[in-house]
């Protein structure tokens, strides 16, 4: 029996405009549940105004876009509790340890008592890799890959249904890079996350996600790796084609 909302994210007639200048016109997307979905695409396209759109921060021309089944609306209360964002830059508070930043959500949304709440926070910082001597650090007291972890636990400290990352291995060496998408594998296949992301890393692509949306000419192709790599349009085919994709295509651990 399929599952309630078996498309936890559906957008449908999004429109997105600046002036003149056309950025999405009449895209369509419906995101599955439990899926590990990336979004790619050129300078331009549009992917963080599409991200920011499906949080409620930016308000589209024209659509519909429903988040587990409620209409999202431009800076209006929605099931925000419901997600979890890793945004870019980290964007933890420089103010507050890393203990105190992931905590913060829980204080905001709960009435938990604080003793549950440090405890809750504490989990998730060991969630996704980090220890109580991090927790006890400044965000600028971390390296990068500690930062991303650090804004990671964070976002999952609601225990959301949805986890959207913003280029979660941007800046990261290699190894560092590798380590994330091992973590992110990881969680996805334990907390019953629906994610998507927004990356260039074509190792991730090809290691991590289940499908690919790619915005082309102000609209999206979404497809399995396998299906999006045989595409014919020019743009797919040159990103794919390039060399470093078809080395992560040839190193890619099996899924499953």
Same mark, same amino acid.
């Given at each position: 029996?399929?599952?309630?909302?078996?498309?936890?994210?559906?957008?449908?007639?999004?429109?997105?405009?600046?002036?003149?200048?056309?950025?999405?016109?009449?895209?369509?997307?419906?995101?599955?549940?439990?899926?590990?979905?990336?979004?790619?695409?050129?300078?331009?396209?549009?992917?963080?105004?599409?991200?920011?759109?499906?949080?409620?921060?930016?308000?589209?021309?024209?659509?519909?876009?429903?988040?587990?089944? @409620?209409?999202?609306?431009?800076?209006?209360?929605?099931?925000?509790?419901?997600?979890?964002?890793?945004?870019?830059?980290?964007?933890?508070?420089?103010?507050?340890?890393?203990?105190? @930043?992931?905590?913060?959500?829980?204080?905001?949304?709960?009435?938990?008592?604080?003793?549950?709440?440090?405890?809750?926070?504490?989990?998730?910082?060991?969630?996704?890799?980090?220890?109580?001597?991090?927790?006890?650090?400044?965000?600028?007291?971390?390296?990068?890959?500690?930062?991303?972890?650090?804004?990671?636990?964070?976002?999952?400290?609601?225990?959301?249904?949805?986890?959207?990352?913003?280029?979660?291995?941007?800046?990261?060496?290699?190894?560092?890079?590798?380590?994330?998408?091992?973590?992110?594998?990881?969680?996805?296949? @334990?907390?019953?996350?629906?994610?998507?992301?927004?990356?260039?890393?074509?190792?991730?692509?090809?290691?991590?996600?289940?499908?690919?949306?790619?915005?082309?000419?102000?609209?999206?192709?979404?497809?399995?790796?396998?299906?999006?790599?045989? @595409?014919?349009?020019?743009?797919?085919?040159?990103?794919?084609?390039?060399?470093?994709?078809?080395?992560?295509?040839?190193?890619?651990?099996?899924?499953?």
């Amino acid at each position: 029996m399929a599952e309630q909302h078996e498309h936890v994210i559906s957008i449908r007639g999004l429109h997105n405009r600046f002036g003149k200048q056309v950025v999405h016109d009449g895209l369509e997307l419906e995101v599955r549940r439990d899926e590990i979905l990336a979004v790619v695409g050129g300078s331009g396209t549009g992917k963080s105004v599409l991200l920011r759109s499906i949080l409620g921060l930016h308000g589209p021309n024209e659509g519909v876009i429903e988040v587990l089944g @409620n209409r999202i609306r431009h800076l209006e209360p929605g099931p925000h509790k419901k997600w979890g964002v890793l945004f870019q830059g980290g964007a933890l508070l420089s103010g507050l340890t890393v203990q105190e @930043n992931v905590e913060l959500p829980i204080a905001l949304h709960s009435d938990l008592p604080i003793e549950t709440r440090r405890e809750l926070a504490v989990m998730k910082i060991f969630m996704v890799g980090l220890d109580l001597t991090a927790a006890a650090k400044y965000p600028n007291e971390l390296s990068g890959g500690m930062r991303k972890r650090a804004s990671l636990a964070r976002a999952l400290s609601l225990e959301p249904k949805i986890l959207f990352l913003d280029e979660p291995t941007a800046g990261l060496d290699p190894l560092a890079a590798t380590e994330f998408d091992e973590l992110i594998s990881y969680l996805h296949a @334990n907390l019953d996350l629906t994610i998507m992301m927004i990356t260039h890393d074509v190792d991730t692509l090809f290691n991590v996600c289940d499908r690919v949306a790619v915005l082309v000419n102000k609209g999206i192709i979404v497809d399995t790796l396998e299906g999006i790599v045989e @595409n014919p349009d020019p743009w797919i085919q040159q990103y794919f084609g390039d060399p470093r994709a078809v080395r992560a295509r040839k190193a890619a651990r099996p899924k499953g």
